[in-house]
C-alpha cells in the first residue's frame, strides 16, 4: 500500500442508517440492540414474499442539498451527500485552506440510482421517450454520488467511484487509504451508499432465496444462529474523512483510528455464493494482516460480514479460524447487520465506523437474535447484549456477490 511511513488515519465520520441519519444516533441504537427492520413502505409489497426491510425512515434531503437538486438526483446520492457533510464538519475540514486538488473523494455503490433507472423505464413506456428527464443518466450513475460531493466540496483532485457489490465500502476505505499512503493526496473522503430497496431487488433476492424472515421483523436476521434463513436488505450511507496521522495531529483534528492493514481478494467461484472451503476470505484476511504487519493475535475484535444466511456464516466462522486459530476463541465477533440490515455497498464503510467507535468507547456490539447456538458456528459472537473490553485492534470483513472480499484492519492511535 505504498510508503511504510506514511500513517493514514480517520479524522471524520458520517452516516445514514436505518437507526438514524447521523453517527451518533446510530451507534446508540447498534449498542441498545435496537432494530432497524420493518415493514416495507416504500412501496406496495403484499405481491412479494418478504415484505420487511431496514429502511432509513424520514429522511429529509432537503436539509442537505437545493431541492432543485434533490428532484434532479437519487435517494441514494441523498444518503451519501448527508454522510459525507457530517464526515466533513466532523473532520473541522475546512476547504478554504486546502489545494482542492489535492483533496479527493472515492465513494462507491452496487447499483447506483436504480430507483431512478425503474422509474425512468415506466416513464419511457407510458409516456413516451420526450418524457424522460434529461437529468436521469447523472441520477442513474453510480458515480454521481462522487462527483456531486466533489461540487459540493469543491475537491478537485483524485477522485472516483468503485463498485464491487457488497465490499464496495471496505474497498473504498482501503484504495482511499492507499491514495494517501503514495501521496496523491492529502485528504480523501471515502465511503459507499446504497438505496435499493424497490420490487425489483426484493424480487431479485426473494427469488434467489436469499432473504430472511419472521413473524417479527426485528427478528428476521439471525446471524449465526440456527434458526438463520436469510439476509435483509437495508440501505444508507457510510463516509469518512481520512489524512496522514502527523497532518491530523498539525490541525488538531480527532482522530478516531489508524487504517494498518487492507486486503482485497475474489472467490473466482460464483456470482452469488462464497467458495464452501472460506479460502477468498482467508485470503483477504490474511492479506489485511500482513499489509498492517500484525500477527493474528493482535486482533481484539472482527466486525463480520455476518448477513445470516445459511450458507455464508458458516463460511465466515471456518474462514476466521483459518485464518487466526485457536486466537479464534478468544477474540469476539459480532454482526451489526442484525440490527442495520445489509444495506449492500454502504455495509464496509458503516461497519468499519463501528469498530473505530467500538476503539474509541472500548465496548463490542453485539449480534441480536442469536438465541440457539448453530454447531458449525461456535465462536464469540458477543450474543444480544454489548460488552464492555479492551479494544485496541478491529478488523472489518465484507463479502460481496461476485466474490469479492474485503478486510480493513483498524487501529487505536495513542
Known sequence: MGSESVRVVVTGMGAVTPLGHDVASTWEGVLAGRSGIGPITQFDPSQMKTQIAAE????????????????????????????????????????????????????GSTVGGLRTLVDSAGVIVARGPRRISPFAITAIMPSSAAGYINIMLGARGHSLAISTACGTGSHALGEAAAVIRRGAADVMVAGASEAAILPLTVACF?????????????????????????????????????????????????????????????????????????????AAMRAALADARLAPEAVDYINAHGTGTPVGDPVETRAVKAVFGDHAYRLAMSSTKSVTGHMLAAAGAVEAIFCLLAMRDQVLPPTMNLRTPDPDCDLDYVA?????????????????????????????VG
Open 384 to 412: 444480544n447484549q454489548a460488552r464492555p473490553a479492551s479494544v485496541r485492534v478491529a478488523m472489518s470483513n465484507s463479502f460481496g456477490l461476485g466474490g469479492y472480499n474485503a478486510s480493513l484492519l483498524l487501529r487505536k
Open 56 to 107: 432509513v425512515k424520514g429522511f429529509d434531503a432537503d436539509r442537505y442539498m437545493d431541492r432543485r437538486d434533490v428532484r434532479r438526483t437519487d435517494r441514494f446520492l441523498h444518503f451519501a451527500v448527508a454522510a459525507a457533510q457530517e464526515a466533513v464538519a466532523d473532520a473541522r475540514l475546512d476547504m478554504s485552506r486546502e489545494d482542492p486538488y489535492r483533496v479527493g473523494v472515492l465513494v
Open 206 to 282: 426473494d427469488n434467489m432465496g436469499a432473504l430472511g424472515d419472521a413473524e417479527h421483523p426485528a427478528l428476521a436476521c439471525r446471524p449465526f444462529d440456527a434458526g438463520r434463513s436469510g439476509f435483509v436488505m437495508g440501505e444508507g450511507a457510510g463516509v469518512v474523512v481520512v489524512e496522514r496521522l502527523e497532518r491530523a495531529l498539525e490541525r488538531g483534528a480527532t482522530v478516531y483510528g489508524e487504517i494498518v492493514g487492507y486486503g482485497a481478494s475474489d472467490d473466482a467461484y460464483h456470482m452469488a455464493q462464497p467458495i464452501e472451503d472460506g479460502s477468498g476470505a482467508v
